[in-house]
């Protein structure tokens, strides 16, 4: 059985960082593809960044390009989501998700129970 868990979120003043993991068991992530997502209260869940074979080319949303950071953890079969310079905008609940393939904008197979994310002074 998958099962992703994502850790990592809280609360950070604007211009702070957090440091988002999203580990795996069930599935040996460097054979998968492994997205973050988020979502906004009243908004549309979002693509945040991709990364395939956990060492594969990321992709990143423009919203936080330059700013966010996707990189695997293959010993602890794990992905993890540096996020700096954080705004309020970013405020959401973040999501892993496995699939397997490349990036996808949406079909992901597995999806983690999410980590609330806010961003406030």
């Known amino acids: 059985q998958v099962q992703l868990a994502e850790s990592g979120g809280g609360l950070v003043q604007p211009g702070g960082s957090l440091r988002l993991s999203c580990a795996a068991s069930?599935?040996?992530?460097?054979?998968?593809?492994v997205g973050w997502f988020r979502q906004a209260p009243g908004k549309e869940r979002e693509g945040v960044s991709c990364?395939?074979?956990?060492?594969?080319?990321?992709y990143y949303a423009d919203s936080v390009k330059g700013r966010f950071t996707i990189s695997g953890d293959a010993a602890k079969n794990a992905v993890v989501l540096q996020m700096n310079s954080l705004k309020p905008a970013d405020t959401a609940v973040y999501y892993c998700?496995?699939?397997?393939?490349?990036?996808?904008?949406?079909?992901?197979?597995?999806w983690g129970q999410g980590t609330q994310v806010t961003v406030s002074s």
């Open positions: 998700a496995v699939r397997e393939g490349n990036c996808h904008p949406t079909e992901y197979d597995y």
């Open positions: 069930g599935v040996v992530l460097h054979s998968y593809t």
């Open positions: 990364i395939s074979g956990l060492s594969g080319s990321p």
